[in-house]
């Protein structure tokens, strides 16, 4: 199975539209090794980091993303 349109593997992204890019994960921060990814639905996954740097992550997301919910993978 081919990559989602993404992925560029290095190519201009700028011709894709953006239904297409709406597909796309967003990368929102970085804490420590974790980092904090909004998924195609809206959804934000904390992925990989210490606990410690989890507890910051919720702590951005309850100071400046009231409304999100966040969920963790491994």
Avoid at 30 to 51: A, D, S, Y
Wanted: aromatic share 6%; charged share 20%; hydrophobic share 40%.
């Amino acid at each position: 199975m081919s990559n989602p349109p993404c992925y560029s593997d290095g190519m201009k992204l700028r011709h894709l539209s953006p239904q297409t890019l709406a597909l796309c994960e967003q990368i929102i921060a970085e804490f420590g090794k974790g980092r904090l990814i909004q998924q195609p639905g809206g959804k934000l996954v904390l992925q990989g980091g210490t606990p410690a740097d989890r507890t910051e992550a919720q702590e951005f997301v309850s100071l400046f993303m009231h409304e999100a919910v966040l969920s963790f993978a491994e």
